[in-house]
Nanobody, 115 residues
Framework: QVHVLESGGGLVQPGGSLRLSCAASGAASSVSLMAWYRQAPGKQRELVATLSSDGSTTYGDSVKGRFTISRGGAKNTVYLQMNNLKPEDTAVYLC?????????WGQGTQVTVSS
């Protein structure tokens, strides 16, 4: 069983930065994909960024140029560096790890952008 844990959320002012972390534990080998999604109240879950095992990345249009997904130092960990945050980035950020074709979700971490 793979367990996914996010951390690093909080309250930040517009224009500020945060770094989120995600760790997937319990996998015997490397996961094939790790991704960040976000969900704001009353809105559909939105894909933020993905990082594949080959190092390739993708980003949602609303975060391109501001957010960066990268591999962490430990196995099956990723970071999401978020710069120039905007109030519309406020959401619960969820990490998903794909291992042996099955996706595993974390509980999420709240990011609030407000002055």
């Amino acid at each position: 069983q793979v367990h996914v844990l996010e951390s690093g959320g909080g309250l930040v002012q517009p224009g500020g930065s945060l770094r989120l972390s995600c760790a997937a534990s319990g996998a015997a080998s490397s996961v094939s994909l790790m991704a960040w999604y976000r969900q704001a109240p009353g809105k559909q879950r939105e894909l933020v960024a993905t990082l594949s095992s080959d190092g390739s990345t993708t980003y949602g249009d609303s975060v391109k140029g501001r957010f960066t997904i990268s591999r962490g130092g430990a196995k099956n960990t990723v970071y999401l560096q978020m710069n120039n945050l905007k109030p519309e980035d406020t959401a619960v950020y969820l990490c998903n790890a794909v291992y042996l074709i099955k996706g595993y979700w974390g509980q999420g971490t709240q990011v609030t952008v407000s002055s």
